[in-house]
């Protein structure tokens, strides 16, 4: 991993990897990759699972680019890892005290703003990682 002050996060071992123009990527590209993560909020509002979009992207468009596979597989790992952090913080409201379910709150506002600011990383062409993602697809 190497990290670019401002171009966000790029795996090592795809810094040399050639993509479509010498390096840069295509617009339909970084559109599948924005999509990966905005697919996660619009999913999330229809039939309330998050994982189904980026799911969706991966299954279909992961042999076609690095870029759009990798957008994908961490909006997939992330939005997994909200629905174990959600059950987590539910649970402990229904053992312990009501009032904790406000961090049921907390992860989604968590989660709704982290997906937004990395599609708009993603519409730039930058490669992006999720925090506190759990690893399910590596």
Known sequence: MAENPGRGWIPSTLESAKEPS????????RLWGTLAHLLAL???VLAGLSF?????VYILKHK???????HAREALNFHL???VYTATTIALAWLISDYLA?????VA?????TTARNALLAHRGEWVRYPLSLKFLP
């Open 22 to 29: 010498e390096g840069r990527l295509e617009a339909d590209q």
């Open 42 to 44: 619009a999913s999330c």
């Open 52 to 56: 189904i979009g980026p799911l969706v």
């Open 64 to 70: 076609d680019s690095q870029f759009i596979a990798h």
């Open 81 to 83: 890892s909200l629905l």
């Open 102 to 106: 406000i961090l049921t709150v907390g």
């Open 109 to 113: 506002v968590f989660g709704v703003a």
